[in-house]
């Protein structure tokens, strides 16, 4: 679906997809969410499962826009942002 | 030449070596990763399923293969990695690294086959026997391979 | 499972990592050497026309592999060299390890291709465009990459 | 051909082959020959042809019975000794 300047691509991948029981949230990018890290908080003070998703041993990764991504990226509006495991590839 | 691809299907490695073999190479080196059964617990896998983030996925690869191409001055190199439902001794990855000399062509395949299983987002999930799923648990060792290329320069 | 070739036939690659996949292996490592035209000196080479010490080479090619298989703990490995004329762009030489482990088998692949160049009774003669022909030199590079493998220990 | 007791059979690779004109020699053991430098000498003494070659920069190796030998590796009669240059294979 088209970005808007305002919204959000959230996806999800691997247990945290299962666990969710969805893989993708779209949403408008919430007021004084400015980075990953406000991400994550804003996303565990609305969804309850949230909180055992960010708590499994701080082991959770990010990227925005396809790029991995640490607590201090920022996030804007338009911006896809994935959720995800340390990756097992190779 | 950098070739990438992230499919269902298998690869065929032969066809992919002839591909490289003609660009003027003194030796090409491969790796391949096969789905290996009989874990440490005598568990019976069955399969792995594996997940990959489109888009980023084939980005990543480009990324360690790119490096791989200016770092070790290779002619050409090749990653082509599977996803989905892959049985017990089906191969899920393929590098191919082509150089002048052979000791480019094979650190290059060491060098992606250790940054793909840190920088590629990909994700494994055990199938078992039984019907039982596990999601496949990231290894410190793979992380210490890939850190061995930084310390190298 | 250990498998010697020496022949003027060109081998295929698909076939005899295929013959090796099904071991148990989680990761196969190759390297194929290829006639390298264009050297230093800009010259026309044509071809190679591979001499080798028969009975001796499958010996020492064996020697080689067994060190390998016991070494690096390997599931399989395959050595195939050929003789006779090979046309520039032709494979020389294919080497194959399997392991239950990456490393092992890259590792592995390194070591054999290393130690055939300096323990294998084979000579190289360049064949120009010009009809000129002259036989290879060793180089003082390949000791010293088998001499890497005895201080690895 | 079968080895006898007291024959030596006598094998040429690469440049040396082309420079003696053959690929091997059949001959008897000669007296006082017991080792590699010793038949290296007794070919010189031989033949002319061997100066040149045993003389090029010391780089011509031997086997004997199909293993890398040394100048001091024993040869008796029945053995097989190859003369060749440094191998270059791989």
């Keep these: ?90 | 030449m950098i070739r990438i691809a992230v499919q269902e299907a298998p690869f065929d490695t032969g066809a992919e070596i002839a591909a490289l073999a003609g660009m003027g190479a003194g030796g090409l080196a491969s790796f391949i990763g096969i789905v290996r059964g009989g874990g440490e617990a005598g568990d019976a896998l069955r399969a792995l399923v594996l997940e990959h983030y489109p888009g980023m996925t084939e980005r990543a690869i480009a990324g360690v293969a790119e490096t791989a191409l200016q770092r070790f001055a290779l002619l050409g190199c090749t990653v082509i990695h599977r996803i989905g439902r892959l049985p017990v001794g089906a191969p899920i990855v393929l590098v191919l690294a082509a150089s002048r000399h052979r000791q480019a062509a094979l650190d290059a395949t060491g060098f992606m086959i250790d940054w793909l299983k840190t920088a590629a987002p990909f994700w494994k999930q055990e199938i078992f026997a039984d019907g039982r799923t596990a999601w496949v648990e990231a290894r410190p060792a793979d992380d210490e391979a890939t850190a061995r290329w930084a310390r190298a320069g």
């Design chain 1, 1 to 90: 679906m088209p970005a808007s300047a305002t919204s959000l691509h959230i996806l999800y991948f691997a247990w945290l997809k299962d666990r969710l029981g969805r893989g993708e949230d779209n949403l408008d990018l919430p007021a004084g969410v400015v980075d990953v890290a406000g991400l994550r908080a804003w996303l565990r003070a609305s969804d309850p499962a949230f909180e055992g998703i960010f708590n499994a041993g701080g082991r959770v990764r990010a990227a925005v826009n396809q790029k991995f991504a640490g607590d201090g990226t920022p996030v804007r509006g338009g911006d896809e942002v994935a959720f995800f495991p340390p990756v097992t590839g190779g």
